[in-house]
């Protein structure tokens, strides 16, 4: 697999351009890469070739970190070249686009631009990604690709982690003379932490794009109000933005044809079967052979033609000039033959004498009127289903009671939370909803974190407790300490996780693009045989008696060309996808679970084996100390062994590593009124085994038995029973050795204490196993344990395929084989040192993040941390999946019975009667809105019943045969001790 390009874009990512080969190139390249704790996320896009790699902040995209992404890659037997050129994301929001082909559209107007690498569209969210070659296009080019597509364009503003933007009105709104932005300029630019300023003068406005990390909003103010220009806040930009401005414009379209269509259809189709008399009125000759009701007819439905229907031969024109054919195709070519065909018949009535003008105006303008109103419903429609996100957004207090100063004591002032910054005090009332993400400085209350996390019991808040912006305090008055505002709060993640997941495109979605593609040429192929076929056969074989009245074989034919062209409808098909992500999307953000787009729910849906890790997944993610106790022979004093562990555990990451720090630390505080410890130096983590380090004139390990033997360390007969009776119990039990150094800097290892650590099992675990095997989900659990407390956990939440001793960089090998066997697989982890696991399953689920819900490696996120979210998010994955499916085949259906239809073949059963074309029109207006419709069905789900998920110990022992196959190295254990069967991984060591 060879590489193209792997360049730096802002501080923070890398891209490279690569062509995979097969599904293992990419999971070992993906695999390969998460094994470095320098990278934090790959994702490789198969369609457009394109891998991004980000790295761990402060890391940086630059040239060395591309020779290590490269170094890594060839490890696992990848190829990738050197960078040769910058490469930029540029995001445009793109209106216009009404379904699939629209999408294919835009999308190949994008990639016809020199220098673009990467293009991806969003249909209902309305905007474009571009990967492009700065040196080669710019953001005026891609705009200008669009807006010659027919759509209009305009540049999205992105930000780094760290960035935000603001608008800031000077004056008091009139327009300014420039030479105030030439006043206040110079001061925000040389201002640090300021890194472009924008201002457009007839609104008196300055756009600043700053590092929050370095400089506030209300230093900006400072800064232009000491230069004698007044200033204030205009409105914050970059956020999410979720508006009706497409249901306002087809209202708007929908009531001026309205206006025009309702006396067409008066005078054409009501008034000559009403009243006579007027119908003789309306049938005076103003000039030979034109009538009063013709040139009336023509002066109201050429307005609605060719001004209101102005933005269909637009699109039509640009739609055919890449060509390409979209819906706008079908109408132009539909009302352009009702209303040419008029013309022509009433001018040639004027130059014959005798003949009988037939026209067709009414159909073309309620053909358009009703394309508006079918667009106005769905636009109403697909409205409706960003809801979720609209919501959260309303999450957002507007204003926010600053304690200026940080002076609790004084009078707050209310200040708008665009305007906070971190670091700041501030004062939230009982009732009131919290402006940011903090920690409680003072106070006591309970907060209701229902709306952001979906957590449904109020929570306890006191001094030391964290607080998520756009929850509710309840009872008690808190005075709180900002350290997350503006787009890095928690409410902000899961606004932009939410947004991203909704334009995201499920793999289902290609069929639509094919079939899109193709559609709209078909239909006018179909339509032209249409017609030419009932031409002859009204020539030839067609009674006379079956042609409706004051129509010949011409206009029978031609009425079946227009409502063959009407009745089609690809719309249907490119939202029935789309509109059920969208949907779903927000109901598992309303219900705490976040699922990041359509081609997760599409993966979770598919799941038929479920791996969890064991720590902070199955267990508590808190753990305890069980017990800590020195070994028979130990040489050390016990507050000795507390320092040591405190000093050598200060450095991990690891759950465990923390707890015991925490209690040593604890301990010292308590038995002897001080924590004060020794720093370590030369800490090494030892995945899979402990660490190492040095404290002061001593070699430090913690770690599990396979690391005592590894350094030479004695385990007696006593200590090695304690570990397995711990073991046995579901403990985890880790010793601590020391090596006094020598003259020369060595000295034998010896054992000195034990400790022993415990995390409880979930009470919701075993219901959610239970759960799982009862609906068809084979369980498997991951663990870098030993045997025998792997075991007790997996007796105590009823699973029965139990990999244990793996190493943390071994969990995902382990996956692979899952998936080589055939599984589908969701690996559930929390994150921390699985996140190649993560990668590797087919969906990766964390659980517990909090306020991490940006977990790069998991597709899906369980905000809260309850196991019982992982049943709720793949039966809404289901669920939504299966209304994307039965979308598909509705659309499908509808298209392929009413075009028939449309064509006449029920013409001998139905004559002389025949379907109108403005009944065709209104059939293809609902199609689309029904799919929406559908979609919006899933605002109604409603998660498993805490009932559904207390399934009985029998139904899993009913589902155990459907288990996957074990280890091809080891197969069950034979000691019946450790029932149910547990198939353990070859290698000898590991860890919790």
Request: one cysteine or more; aromatic letters at 4%; a negative charge.
């Amino acid at each position: 697999m060879d590489a193209k390009a792997l360049d730096a874009v802002g501080r923070h990512v890398a891209h490279m351009r690569e062509e995979p080969e097969t599904d293992d190139h990419v999971h070992s390249l993906q695999v390969g890469l998460l094994s470095s704790p320098r990278i934090l996320s790959v994702s490789i896009d198969r369609k457009n070739g394109l891998c991004r790699v980000k790295p761990c902040p402060p890391v940086a995209a630059n040239a060395a970190f591309a020779q290590e992404v490269i170094k890594l890659a060839a490890s696992v037997g990848v190829s990738l070249a050197a960078p040769t050129e910058d490469t930029t994301t540029i995001k445009l929001r793109v209106g216009g686009m009404t379904c699939a082909a629209c999408v294919g559209g835009v999308e190949k107007a994008l990639s016809s631009v020199p220098g673009v690498i990467g293009v991806r569209v969003a249909l209902l969210a309305g905007f474009a990604t571009v990967d492009i070659d700065p040196t080669k296009a710019t953001v005026q080019d891609l705009i200008e690709a669009v807006d010659d597509s027919g759509f209009d364009a305009e540049q999205m503003i992105t930000l780094e982690p760290d960035e935000s933007t603001i608008e800031l009105q000077l004056g008091r709104g009139e327009i300014l003379h420039s030479t105030y932005y030439d006043t206040v300029a110079p001061s925000l630019r040389d201002h640090r932490g300021v890194r472009s300023v924008e201002f457009i003068q007839d609104r008196a406005i300055v756009h600043v794009l700053y590092d929050r990390m370095v400089v506030g909003p209300r230093d900006l103010i400072r800064i232009i109000t000491e230069r004698g220009v007044v200033c204030e806040l205009a409105q914050e930009r970059g956020g999410q933005r979720v508006d009706d401005s497409e249901s306002r414009t087809w209202g708007r379209l929908l009531g001026l044809g309205l206006l025009f269509t309702i006396p067409v259809v008066l005078i054409a189709m009501v008034i000559p079967m009403t009243d006579i008399q007027a119908m003789h009125a309306l049938s005076t000759e103003v000039a030979r052979g034109l009538t009063i009701q013709d040139l009336v007819l023509f002066i109201l439905a050429t307005p609605i033609q060719f001004v209101l229907g102005k933005r269909f031969y637009i699109g039509a024109y640009h739609a055919l000039k890449r060509r390409n054919a979209n819906m706008d195709v079908l109408i132009v070519g539909s009302t352009t033959s009702a209303y040419v065909y008029s013309v022509i018949s009433i001018v040639y009535a004027m130059a014959k004498p005798g003949f009988r003008s037939v026209q067709f105006f009414e159909t073309s303008a309620m053909l358009i009127t009703i394309v508006f109103l079918g667009k106005y419903l769905e636009a109403v429609a697909k409205y409706k289903t960003s809801e979720a996100l609209r919501t959260l957004l309303d999450l957002q207090p507007g204003t926010a009671m600053l304690l200026e100063d940080g002076v609790e004591t004084q009078e707050p002032t209310e200040i708008s939370t665009a305007l906070l910054h971190a670091g700041d005090l501030v004062k939230v009332l009982p009732g009131a909803r919290i402006p940011c993400d903090g920690e409680v400085v003072t106070g006591r209350s309970h907060a209701d974190e229902s709306m952001v996390t979906g957590e449904s019991r109020q929570v306890d808040k006191e001094a030391g407790s964290t607080v998520i912006g756009g929850s509710v305090n309840t009872t008690g008055s808190l005075t709180i300490r900002a350290t997350c505002v503006g787009s890095n709060s928690m409410l902000n993640q899961i606004v932009k996780l939410v947004g991203d997941a909704q334009s995201s495109k499920a793999p289902i979605e290609a069929f639509a693009d094919k079939v899109s593609g193709r559609f709209v040429p078909a239909v006018v192929a179909i339509a032209v045989v249409v017609f030419a076929a009932w031409m002859v056969v009204g020539h030839t074989v067609l009674p006379s008696s079956w042609l409706p009245k004051k129509t010949s074989p011409f206009l029978l034919s031609f009425t079946f060309f227009i409502t063959t062209l009407v009745i089609a409808c690809p719309c249907a098909l490119g939202l029935a996808a789309p509109t059920a992500v969208m949907v779903g999307t927000g109901v598992g953000a309303r219900l705490g679970v976040l699922i990041k787009g359509g081609a997760a729910i599409e993966g979770l849906s598919r799941v038929d084996t479920v791996v969890f890790d064991k720590t902070g997944t199955l267990t508590d993610p808190v753990p305890t100390v069980a017990e800590f106790a020195p070994v028979n022979g130990h040489r050390l004093k016990v507050e000795e062994h507390l320092r040591l562990l405190a000093a050598s555990e200060s450095e991990s990451e690891h759950p465990f590593g923390k707890v015991i720090h925490l209690y040593a630390t604890e301990r010292l505080r308590s038995d002897e009124g001080s924590d004060a410890v020794e720093s370590c130096t030369d800490y090494v983590a030892l995945p899979g085994l402990g660490l190492e380090c040095k404290v002061g004139g001593r070699i430090l390990w913690v770690g599990n038995a396979p690391l005592m033997r590894r350094i030479g360390a004695a385990v007696s007969a006593d200590v090695h029973s304690a570990l397995q009776a711990h073991g046995a119990r579901g403990e985890t039990a880790v010793l601590l050795a020391v090596a006094d150094l020598d003259d020369h800097g060595h000295g034998p290892a010896r054992v000195e204490a034990l400790v022993a650590v415990a995390s409880k099992v979930r009470p919701e675990a075993a219901s959610v196993v239970h759960c799982l095997l009862a609906n068809g989900c084979k369980v498997v659990m991951l663990t870098g344990d030993n045997e025998a407390t792997a075991a007790a956990v997996a007796r105590q939440v009823g699973i029965t395929n139990v990999f244990a001793n793996v190493l943390p960089g071994d969990k995902c090998i382990k996956v692979q084989e899952l998936q080589a066997n055939g599984c589908i697989v969701a690996m559930v982890g929390d994150g921390i040192n699985d996140s190649p696991a993560l990668a590797q399953a087919d969906v990766g689920v964390a659980i517990g993040a909090g306020a991490d819900v940006a977990i790069e490696a998991a597709e899906v996120v369980l905000t809260r941390s309850d196991l019982r979210d992982l049943v709720v998010a793949i039966d809404l994955a289901r669920k939504t999946f299966s209304r994307i499916r039965a979308n598909f085949f509705w659309a499908l259906v509808y298209n392929c019975v009413m075009i028939p239809v449309a064509a006449g073949v029920l013409f001998p059963l139905t004559h002389p009667d025949i379907l109108p074309p403005w009944a065709c029109g209104i059939a293809m207006a609902l199609s689309s809105v029904s799919v929406v419709l559908s979609s919006l069905q899933l605002k109604m789900y409603r998660p498993p019943r805490q009932s559904d998920l207390r399934q009985s110990k029998s139904e899993a022992v009913a589902s155990k045969n459907k288990q996957p196959p074990g280890n091809a190295s080891g197969g069950p254990r034979s000691d019946p001790a450790l029932q149910p069967l547990i198939n353990v991984h070859p290698l000898d060591y590991g860890s919790a």
